[in-house]
């Protein structure tokens, strides 16, 4: 088959439909291993970018970027008939929830729409985009059959979950393993040669694609769950005066039936806070109510509350109302020593502090500014030079940039969520 031999011989042009945190690195792992990649975004910023070789994504080198795109490798564009050249196309565009917390499906929808218009026989579409289980069966198959492929036969269709882990030092896309579910057993069998060939890492096969979208929601919901836990614990342990943090520690020491899970100030990123929404969603449709997800949704969506009342009672206790402090918020991504914004806690922390008319700033060496999508507003980072005029000091990401024996040394006031001033006790400093 001739798709077989150019996956075998690299000569087979890879397509990416979407160049952010999943699809540039994708891209880049795919041209390093000798395949020449074309990528499709609507964005004007991603596809200039990427053809001036200029990175944006953290878990890309720069360098690497460079490099391939002047080697002609990577190439971006916003026009989907470049798609007709294609021969494997990974579909890694936004899943978000709309604002009743149900999937947004219409960047897939539209990204298949205009892929079915564009591609041609014996090519393999793989969707990348983390979903609800079902929608490779309902929307990428059917989309394609209409026009007269074959499923299987002269047109293959598969899911594969992404599983990247922004800031993650050792496990990149190219050494993660990966689980693919695809329409056909022939699906499954060039997806994995495919993966094969542009992958360090181990192939798990399941045997449909809702298999491999439903096992992505569990990895997902799993964690939300355990943190949630975690959380709730935090709010018990606060109540008794027991240390949470030294509490873990201790649970860690057993070898066998634990795994350690932190509480935080919020869930922040793309997966985490989204993902088990999609199935709380999906399970509706077969009349079932998932009360654990959801409880634990609730749980971790109310934790910047918890962070701002104890605030308040810690500068109670020194005689400051929150209303007439100056507050400092250290670290805006929603995870340490990284840029990404999604999701991130700080968010609904500053419109706690707007609503009780507090004065604050932030700080983020990985984050010069940003917008607030929940109340339309701008912020900019500032410096550190003036720590000593804040009333309070909270440490939402616990950035390995920041100087923490400092930091301790110059606050009047610290609320720790991320137990980053662990080894430093002082008298100024308090956990959540």
């Known amino acids: ?88 196309i990974m579909i890694a565009v936004p899943t978000p929830l709309d604002k009743y917390q149900q999937p947004d499906s219409s960047y897939v929808r539209a990204s298949v729409a205009s892929l079915a218009e564009n591609v041609s026989e014996h090519t393999l579409v793989i969707l990348e985009s983390t979903t609800y289980p079902g929608t490779t069966t309902e929307i990428l198959a059917p989309a394609f059959a209409e026009k007269g492929f074959k499923i299987g036969i002269n047109f293959f269709v598969a899911f594969s979950p992404e599983r990247v882990d922004p800031g993650n030092k050792q496990y990149k896309t190219n050494n993660t393993p990966k689980v693919v579910g695809g329409m056909t057993e022939k699906c499954n069998m060039i997806s994995e ?16 694609p809702a298999v ?16 949630a836990l975690a959380n709730e614990m935090t709010i018990l342990c606060e109540r008794m005066n027991i240390d949470i943090w030294e509490v873990i520690e201790a649970a860690k020491t057993k070898p066998y039936g634990f795994m350690a899970f932190y ?12 993902d088990p929404f999609y199935l709380t969603w999906k399970a509706r ?16 969506n109310a934790m910047p509350e918890f962070v701002i009342s104890k605030l308040v009672k810690l500068l109670n206790k020194i005689g400051k109302a929150l209303s007439r402090s100056k507050i400092l918020l250290l670290g805006a991504a929603y995870k340490k020593d990284i840029e990404d914004m999604r999701e991130s806690p700080i968010r609904d922390l ?5 609503k009780n008319e507090a004065t604050f700033d932030y700080n983020d060496p990985h984050v010069p500014a940003f917008h607030n999508e929940l109340n339309d507003k701008h912020y900019e980072s500032v410096g550190l030079e003036k720590l000593e005029d804040y009333d309070a000091v909270i ?21 720790d969520t991320r ?14």
């Not at 500053?350 to 707007?354: A, D, H, K, W």
């Open 285 to 300: 449709e077969y009349g079932y109510h998932t009360r654990l997800i959801e409880l634990a949704g609730e749980i971790n």
């Open 350 to 354: 500053i419109l706690i502090l707007e």
């Open 1 to 88: 088959m001739e798709l077989i031999k150019k996956i075998e011989n690299k000569t087979a042009i890879v397509g990416v439909i979407g160049l952010g945190y999943v699809g540039l690195p994708m891209a880049v792992t795919a041209a390093r291993k000798g395949f020449k990649v074309i990528g499709i975004d609507v964005s004007k910023y991603a596809v200039n970018h990427v053809n001036a070789g200029d990175n944006y994504i953290g878990d890309v080198d720069d360098d690497e970027l460079k490099e391939l795109v002047e080697k002609g490798m990577i190439r971006a564009s916003f026009d989907y008939s470049e798609m007709k050249h294609a021969d494997v």
């Open 419 to 432: 137990h980053a001033c662990n080894g430093h006790k002082a008298e100024n400093v308090f956990r959540m």
């Open 395 to 415: 440490i939402v990401t616990d950035h390995s940039a920041y100087d923490y024996k400092d930091i301790i040394k110059r606050s009047k006031l610290i609320l």
């Open 193 to 208: 040669l495919f993966y094969k060939a542009i992958l360090d890492a181990p192939i798990y096969l399941v045997s449909s």
């Open 263 to 274: 509480p935080g100030p919020g869930i922040g990123g793309h997966c985490i806070p989204l």
């Open 212 to 227: 491999a979208e439903m096992e992505k929601i569990y990895e997902n919901t799993f964690r939300n769950i355990n943190i």
